[in-house]
């Protein structure tokens, strides 16, 4: 059984990532590595290791893997940097952050993806993590500043946050900016008060709700509840 997940994990490697120009050693060892099929629910778990985006509850989705390794892949992570994930879903991506930096604070909006990412990432032994729950547009200024940022959901625009919560020194931000229906992945690299801006791969995420993302109809977030970030 183990086996079996773990030759499709390789085929992944090889016929989604290295063909597509992802070519850092350790981000795809890491994706060889982390059992994908444990972070979504039972009923797609035949698909974990396909070319898609899957649903994870909540109306959210896991990413395609393909982006999970070129959002991180644009991070340029050594081993030595804390990381700010917005967005935790699944857990995923966050534990794919986990093999590849010091420590990894992750943010998510709704209680119950964060609560079943932290069973997954605990039942896996991941320790360099901290979950919390809140509006991750505003980020999570107590831990700031942060080498990277990772915003796993669709923003209208930079949020004003992340952006001052970004270390000064060459911190990297990457997130898709755009419209809900679709996006371009941005990465912002941080010296002193100048922010540099690039434009790459055009995508499609979910809304980034909150006080700095899209305002849905159906985006209950109350201002109180967003100023408190909980952690799980
Ligand atoms: N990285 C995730 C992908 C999750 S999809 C994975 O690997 O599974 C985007 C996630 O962003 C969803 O879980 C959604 O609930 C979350 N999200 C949207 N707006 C948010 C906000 N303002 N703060 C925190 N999380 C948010």
């Given at each position: ?114 609560g079943?990412a932290a069973r997954?990432l ?9 979950i ?100 799980v």
């Amino acid at each position: 059984m183990g086996d079996k997940w773990k030759l499709s994990r390789s085929r992944m490697v090889a016929t989604q990532l290295a063909v597509r120009g992802i070519h850092d050693q350790r981000l795809l060892a890491a994706m060889r590595h982390i059992p994908r099929h444990q972070f979504v629910p039972r009923e797609v778990q035949h698909l974990a290791y396909t070319d898609q985006p899957l649903p994870i509850g909540e109306n959210q989705t896991i990413s395609q893997p393909y982006i999970v390794a070129l959002m991180t892949q644009m991070l340029h992570l050594k081993g030595d940097e804390h990381v700010l994930e917005i967005g935790t879903g699944s857990g995923y991506q966050t534990a794919i952050l986990c093999q590849l930096a010091a420590r990894v604070y992750t943010l998510e909006y709704y209680p119950r993806l964060a609560g079943r990412a932290a069973r997954v990432l605990d039942q896996l032994g991941v320790e360099n993590v901290e979950i919390h729950v809140g509006d991750g547009s505003q980020g999570l200024p107590d831990m700031a500043p942060y080498d990277a940022i990772l915003v796993t959901a669709a923003a209208p625009a930079l949020p004003g946050p992340l952006r001052s919560q970004l270390d000064p020194n060459g911190g990297r931000l990457v997130i898709p900016v755009g419209s809900q229906q679709d996006q371009y992945l941005e990465r912002v690299i941080r010296w002193d008060n100048t922010w540099k801006i690039e434009q790459t791969e055009r995508v499609r995420f979910v809304p980034l709700v909150g006080r700095f993302g899209f305002q849905l109809p159906s985006n209950v977030c109350s201002s109180d509840q967003n100023d408190q970030s909980a952690e799980v």
